[in-house]
């Protein structure tokens, strides 16, 4: 230990962290390989260096783990309201909510940085733009907009997201025509129940235009 109180070399650093698991002292040590990372600039040591400075910050980002998606609330979920039979609800479970519900089914390599970081990115942002979970609480003008929606990406293939069946992961996410077919049909459908529940000016999005007057 120096007189700061910070290992010296990746030895003590080890024992340190066996010693009081302290996560504070192995970022305070990352800083340090980062710092001598720049300040020592020989050539000939770099490669080696950046080689060893890659590898503690990939071993320190294992400690840190974003907060996963597990909620079991169903209170709002698309199927109190709408009719989900069990061969569209089957695909909506496998090809669509792991991104787009509050109970994201994790596959092994999430345990993984940075996968879990890029996986946690994905299910945000899909939530973002339709959760099935929380799907009633829209307003109805949204819920008809986000039925249009599934029927448009899923027509245009461009639901499930490409990167979630690359390298044959999620294999019963490659949806068949047929497949597509059932979801759009689906979709269709309780548009079409919608259209008789409401008045047709209560299902029209508002136009987002400046005020003009
Ligand atoms: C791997 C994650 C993932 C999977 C699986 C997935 N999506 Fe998405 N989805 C996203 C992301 C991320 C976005 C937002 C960004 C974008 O549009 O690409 C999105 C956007 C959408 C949108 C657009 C909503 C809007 O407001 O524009 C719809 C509709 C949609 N997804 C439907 C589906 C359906 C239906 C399925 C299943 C057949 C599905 N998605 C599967 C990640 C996913």
Redesign the pocket.
Known sequence: MNDKGYPENFRQFSLMIVDKKSCIYAIRFSQIALDSLIINLNPYKMKKKILLGLAVILVLIQFIHPEKNESDDQTHNISTKYNVPNDVQH??TV??????SNKTVYPWYNNIQPVAWM?N???T??K???NFSTFTKLPIAIQN??LE??V???EEK????R??TLLGL?KE?N?TPAQ?EL?INW?KTQMVTLKAKYPADSLKMKKRTAKSQ
Do not use: F, Q, W
Not at 95 to 100: G, I
Not at 158 to 161: G, H, N, R
């Open positions: 695909l909506l090809a669509c909510n792991d991104c787009h996986l990115h994905h299910v942002d899909g973002r733009h339709l907009h986000k929606e599934i448009e990406t899923v461009e639901m499930p997201d990167s979630y999620h996410a949806l597509r979801i979709a």
